[in-house]
C-alpha cells in the first residue's frame, strides 16, 4: 500500500510539472515553427533575389514572381484547414506539409524553368499555410488561459529573430558556396527546426495530455471548466464568416500581407542606393528587430490595454517608418525607418488573432483564423504587381514606400469598420450547445 501511494505521488508530483511547463514547450516550438517558416519562406527569400537573377540571366522582378503563387496557395490552403483542422492531427498537418515545402525549398537552385518556381511558390503558400500561416495562433489560444497576449507575443516574435539571423547567414552561404546549394542547405535548417517539435510535442489541445490550459484553476472546479473548456462562449462560426466585422478584418489582413513582398525588395533597395549587398542585407535584420520588439512589447500591453489601442499605436509607427524609407539616404536614418516598418509583421501575426478573439470569442476561433488568411492570398497578389509597375514606372523604390502609407491607411479604415460593426454579430454571442 505504501508503494502505491508513493507511486501515485509521484505521477502526480510529474503531471503538476508537466502541466507548468509544457505550454511554455508549445511556446517554444512554435518559435521554431515562425523561424523556421516565415523568417524563411516570407521575411528571408529576397535575400536570393540578386544572385538568383544574375544567374538565370533573368530581372529581379522575374524571379520574384513565385511570390505571387504564394498568395495563391495560401488562399486555398486557408479554406482547406478550417474544413481539416477538426479531422486531422495536427502532427500529421504540420510534418507532412513542412516536409513537402522543405523538398521544394531545395530543389529551388535547379528547376529548369521559372514556371517551375512559379509552382514551387504555391507549394510553399499552401502547404506553408498548414503551419506557419495560422497553427501558431491556434495552438497559443488552446494552451493559454493567462499571459495569451505574451506568450503570442513570444512565438511571433521568434520569426523576426529567424529573419535577422537567417538573412545574413544566407547572404554569407550564397557567396560561399553559391546560390543554389544555399537553398538546399536552407531547405535542411527548415526541416532540423520543425519536425522534431512537429511529431513529438504538438498537441492541438493541452487534454490530450491530461492537461489543462496554462492559468487554468481549480477554483470552483466544475463551473470553470464547463465555462473556460468545455462550452466556450463566443459568435457561431457560419454567422461571424459572413458578418461585416469579419469580411472587413480580412481584407484588413489582405492589405497588410501586401507589405511581405516589400520586405523580399529591402535587399534590391539599399543595393540601388549604392550600399553593398552585405549592407543591404542588415535592412531585413532591422525589419525583424523591430518585429521582434514590437510583438514582444504590444503581446505584454495586450494583458492591459484594449487591442484597438494597440492596433492604432502600430499603424502611427508603421506609417513613421515608410516615410522615412521613402524620404531617407542616410544609413542610420534607414534603419530606424526598416525598424519601424517591421510592426506590419505583428499586424498579421498577434494583433490580428486577438482581434478576432475579441471580436468574436473563442467558440468559433480555431476555424476564423484560417480563414483571415483568404484575404493575404487575394490581397497579396497586387503586391508583387504594385512594386513592379511603380519601379517600372519611376524607376526607384521611393514611391513605392509612399504607396505603402496608402496601402496602410486602408487596412485601418477596414480595422474601423469592423470595430464599427461589431455589434450584430455579438449580438449572437452564447456558449457551445445554446441554441
Known sequence: MPVREEGKSMDTRNQSIKQRFYPWLIVVGCCFMQIGGIGTFLDSCGVFYVAAAEGLGISIGEYS????????????????????????????????????????????????????????????????????????????????????????GIAMASSGVGAAILSPLITYLIHTIGWQLSYVVVAVIVLVLIEPFAIFVFRRTPQELGLVPYGWTKEDEEKQREEALKDRAGVPYKIALVSVSFICVCCAVGCIAIFSPFNSHLNAFGQSLGYTAMVSSTFLTAVSLGSICEKLIMGWLYDYISIYKIIAINFCLLAIGLGL?????????????????????????????????????DRPYEKLIPFTRVGVGIFGLFGPIIISSILGATGGYSAVWGAGIGIGAAAAIFIIVAFANRAKPRAAWRAEGES
Open 65 to 152: 514572381s513565385y511570390m505571387t503563387f504564394i498568395f495563391v496557395g495560401t488562399a486555398v490552403a486557408a479554406v482547406a484547414m478550417g474544413m481539416l483542422i477538426d479531422k486531422v492531427d495536427i502532427r500529421v498537418l504540420i510534418s507532412v506539409n513542412c516536409a513537402v515545402c522543405a523538398i521544394a525549398l531545395a530543389f529551388m537552385g535547379y528547376y529548369p524553368a521559372m514556371w517551375c518556381r512559379n509552382i514551387a511558390g504555391f507549394v510553399f503558400g499552401f502547404n506553408g499555410g498548414f503551419f506557419f500561416m495560422t497553427m501558431t495562433p491556434i495552438l497559443i489560444n488552446n494552451w493559454f488561459m493567462k499571459k495569451k497576449g505574451l506568450a503570442m
Open 325 to 361: 524609407l521613402a524620404t531617407q539616404t542616410a544609413l542610420p536614418l534607414l534603419y530606424l525607418g526598416a525598424f519601424l516598418f517591421g510592426v506590419q509583421n505583428s499586424l498579421v501575426a498577434v494583433q490580428i488573432p486577438l482581434l478576432v478573439r475579441d471580436l468574436f470569442g
